[in-house]
């Protein structure tokens, strides 16, 4: 148990069978907890003599396997941290995620970058199948036109030298908010550098998950004092006297156990979910020994089996021990983080995610401003028509006026941020063009140039590479169609289609039956209908104004 996570739950697990039973002294069955550390290793299990699994496993590793454990020996297994989206409930059916679901999480996130109007995010993950969600969430966020601009994956075993060329990139590059969901070992690390690298200031804003925020004030102190811009997200957990007498005793127990921490860890929604999950286990058993005899039978015959099962020759029987997975799904009751409920894919049902900051941030929500030591390099192509590059003579700045510009321009003031630029010729030593305008968008695709101001032909073939704006001119917006021309002579046929005599067979019916008795009162007298064509011959005259209707009709 030498994990965070290990330590905070091992507490929380014993707690809660001590309280349950305590509570319940008329319960017949009794939970005995068997602990084991994997150490980060899934294989360390040996033997198992459990009728359920509760882990809070860190790495994709012992969390699969101790999914697939259950399948095997036919026995409920249940998280309370959150899982790779890998563990479904498909693949796994014996498996109970008991922690809110991760797609409330990425709502709530992004609802927090559209209630500031951030144009753009970072994505920081895990670079294993812990760090899918957040690849998951590019849908969101184009779904409330939130531009990606970078994807930065770290691996577990990332240095600081290759983390910090990561952030270099995105340093470079003007990125502003960074959405982070990485384990808190990493989390910390990335942290580390990020202060190295100054980017723990203004301009700057760090949304973290409930992965490293349920951890933040376990990480090393001088990260956390100097955390400017930080945003946490995390599972919202309503506040009782319940929780609070319970964290208070949690704290004494902690430092009891652990009397050589070196950093106090704090309880937070994986400790609280791994009491409630004991509370819903021990109900579960107690529920099934009350059930009919022929079911108990079952129960007992697969606890014998259970006890002789090893890891390479797990047996398999159709287990009465499944009986207690399906008292866990379908049970409800109030535990310590409030109504517990599991929904059709058994994870909690989601109470909301709360939105936590540092007390040292302090963010105006109406105008972000960007404020960076880099600039953005703007090519301005001096062959555009409209534009004219010169030099003042007395400070060799370079001046750049022209229809391209004065758009380029208005553009920047309407941002909702300070974006600092500056206009580079594309020119050559001798003053002259440097190249084409292939030659161009070729230096922008390599990054010499962050953008391109001018008059540029969009083709197929630079759209491959570069992004092009939508054309504009002075007339407003326009928009590339394909342009079609037929010189088919018979064009005017076009519009005869098959279908065509379908609608104007029944159209001449109708009108040959209702125009005679619409306009021939004394057929309608003496009741004698002739069938008539459509149109009347020219000697007869319509007098009814409903056979003219049908007529123009």
């Given at each position: 148990m030498t994990s965070w996570t290990g330590k905070i739950?091992?507490?929380?697990?014993?707690?809660?069978?001590?309280?349950?039973?305590?509570?319940?002294?008329?319960?017949?069955?009794?939970?005995?907890?068997?602990?084991?550390?994997?150490?980060?290793?899934?294989?360390?299990?040996?033997?198992?003599?459990?009728?359920?699994?509760?882990?809070?496993?860190?790495?994709p590793t012992e969390a699969k396997f101790l999914a697939g454990l259950g399948i095997r020996a036919e026995v409920p297994t249940i998280s309370f941290l959150p899982t790779c989206q890998a563990i479904s409930l498909v693949r796994y059916p014996h498996f109970v995620q008991f922690t809110g679901d991760e797609i409330s999480q990425v709502k709530a996130i992004t609802s927090l970058v559209e209630a500031y109007s951030w144009r753009s995010v970072t994505l920081v993950y895990e670079d294993n199948d812990h760090g899918e969600e957040l690849p998951s969430m590019i849908g969101s966020f184009l779904d409330i036109d939130v531009r990606i601009?970078?994807?930065?994956?770290?691996?577990?075993?990332?240095?600081?030298?290759?983390?910090?060329?990561?952030?270099?990139?995105?340093?470079?590059?003007?990125?502003?908010?960074?959405?982070?969901?990485?384990?808190?070992?990493?989390?910390?690390?990335?942290?580390?550098?990020?202060?190295?690298?100054?980017?723990?200031?203004?301009?700057?804003?760090?949304?973290?998950?409930?992965?490293?925020?349920?951890?933040?004030h376990s990480m090393d102190s001088s990260i956390v004092e100097d955390m400017q811009g930080i945003l946490g997200v995390r599972p919202y957990i309503s506040p009782s006297e319940e929780l609070k007498n319970f964290t208070s005793r949690w704290r004494r127990k902690f430092l009891l156990e652990n009397p050589n921490v070196e950093e106090m860890l704090e309880l937070n929604a994986y400790g609280i979910w791994s009491y409630d999950a004991i509370s819903a286990l021990a109900m579960a058993a107690e529920r099934v020994r009350s059930l009919p005899v022929s079911l108990i039978s079952k129960v007992q015959r697969t606890s014998s089996r259970l006890s002789m099962m090893e890891i390479g020759t797990i047996q398999t029987s159709q287990s009465g021990t499944l009986l207690i997975l399906k008292e866990i799904v379908?049970?409800?009751?109030?535990?310590?983080?409030?109504?517990?409920?599991?929904?059709?894919?058994?994870?909690?049902?989601?109470?909301?995610?709360?939105?936590?900051?540092?007390?040292?941030?302090?963010?105006?929500?109406s105008r972000w401003h960007y404020k960076?030591?880099?600039?953005?390099?703007?090519?301005?192509?001096?062959?555009?028509?409209?534009?004219?590059?010169?030099?003042?003579?007395?400070?060799?700045?370079?001046?750049v006026t022209g229809f391209c510009i004065d758009v380029f321009n208005a553009t920047v003031n309407a941002l909702d941020y300070d974006l600092q630029y500056d206009f580079i010729p594309f020119v050559n030593e001798r003053g002259q063009s440097a190249g084409s305008h292939s030659d161009l968008i070729d230096q922008l695709y390599y990054q010499k140039y962050d953008a391109v101001v001018g008059d540029i032909k969009i083709t197929a073939n630079r759209s491959r590479y570069v992004d092009f704006t939508m054309p504009f001119s002075e007339m407003g917006y326009a928009t590339v169609m394909k342009k079609t021309n037929s010189n088919d002579m018979w064009i005017f046929l076009h519009p005869l289609t098959a279908l065509l005599?379908?609608?104007?067979?029944?159209?001449?019916?109708?009108?040959?039956?209702?125009?005679?008795?619409?306009?021939?009162?004394?057929?309608?007298?003496?009741?004698?209908?002739?069938?008539?064509?459509?149109?009347?011959?020219?000697?007869?005259?319509?007098?009814?104004?409903l056979s003219k209707f049908i007529v123009i009709v």
């Amino acid at each position: 148990m030498t994990s965070w996570t290990g330590k905070i739950g091992h507490t929380s697990i014993s707690m809660a069978i001590s309280d349950f039973y305590s509570k319940h002294t008329h319960y017949k069955t009794r939970l005995v907890l068997h602990t084991k550390d994997s150490r980060g290793d899934g294989w360390l299990m040996e033997n198992i003599k459990v009728q359920a699994i509760l882990f809070g496993a860190e790495t994709p590793t012992e969390a699969k396997f101790l999914a697939g454990l259950g399948i095997r020996a036919e026995v409920p297994t249940i998280s309370f941290l959150p899982t790779c989206q890998a563990i479904s409930l498909v693949r796994y059916p014996h498996f109970v995620q008991f922690t809110g679901d991760e797609i409330s999480q990425v709502k709530a996130i992004t609802s927090l970058v559209e209630a500031y109007s951030w144009r753009s995010v970072t994505l920081v993950y895990e670079d294993n199948d812990h760090g899918e969600e957040l690849p998951s969430m590019i849908g969101s966020f184009l779904d409330i036109d939130v531009r990606i601009t970078h994807r930065i994956a770290t691996k577990a075993d990332s240095t600081d030298e290759q983390i910090a060329k990561q952030l270099h990139v995105a340093f470079t590059s003007q990125a502003g908010v960074f959405v982070v969901h990485l384990s808190p070992s990493l989390a910390s690390l990335l942290l580390l550098n990020v202060k190295k690298l100054g980017m723990m200031s203004e301009g700057y804003v760090w949304i973290v998950t409930n992965k490293t925020m349920n951890f933040l004030h376990s990480m090393d102190s001088s990260i956390v004092e100097d955390m400017q811009g930080i945003l946490g997200v995390r599972p919202y957990i309503s506040p009782s006297e319940e929780l609070k007498n319970f964290t208070s005793r949690w704290r004494r127990k902690f430092l009891l156990e652990n009397p050589n921490v070196e950093e106090m860890l704090e309880l937070n929604a994986y400790g609280i979910w791994s009491y409630d999950a004991i509370s819903a286990l021990a109900m579960a058993a107690e529920r099934v020994r009350s059930l009919p005899v022929s079911l108990i039978s079952k129960v007992q015959r697969t606890s014998s089996r259970l006890s002789m099962m090893e890891i390479g020759t797990i047996q398999t029987s159709q287990s009465g021990t499944l009986l207690i997975l399906k008292e866990i799904v379908q049970g409800k009751f109030k535990g310590l983080s409030g109504e517990i409920k599991l929904d059709r894919s058994r994870n909690l049902v989601s109470k909301g995610y709360e939105i936590r900051r540092e007390e040292n941030w302090i963010l105006d929500s109406s105008r972000w401003h960007y404020k960076r030591n880099g600039r953005i390099k703007e090519n301005a192509e001096n062959r555009c028509s409209t534009s004219t590059i010169a030099r003042d003579p007395h400070t060799n700045a370079t001046i750049v006026t022209g229809f391209c510009i004065d758009v380029f321009n208005a553009t920047v003031n309407a941002l909702d941020y300070d974006l600092q630029y500056d206009f580079i010729p594309f020119v050559n030593e001798r003053g002259q063009s440097a190249g084409s305008h292939s030659d161009l968008i070729d230096q922008l695709y390599y990054q010499k140039y962050d953008a391109v101001v001018g008059d540029i032909k969009i083709t197929a073939n630079r759209s491959r590479y570069v992004d092009f704006t939508m054309p504009f001119s002075e007339m407003g917006y326009a928009t590339v169609m394909k342009k079609t021309n037929s010189n088919d002579m018979w064009i005017f046929l076009h519009p005869l289609t098959a279908l065509l005599p379908n609608y104007g067979q029944p159209v001449a019916v109708f009108g040959s039956l209702n125009i005679p008795v619409t306009n021939n009162s004394e057929a309608r007298r003496l009741n004698k209908l002739e069938p008539r064509c459509l149109l009347p011959s020219p000697r007869e005259k319509l007098s009814s104004n409903l056979s003219k209707f049908i007529v123009i009709v």
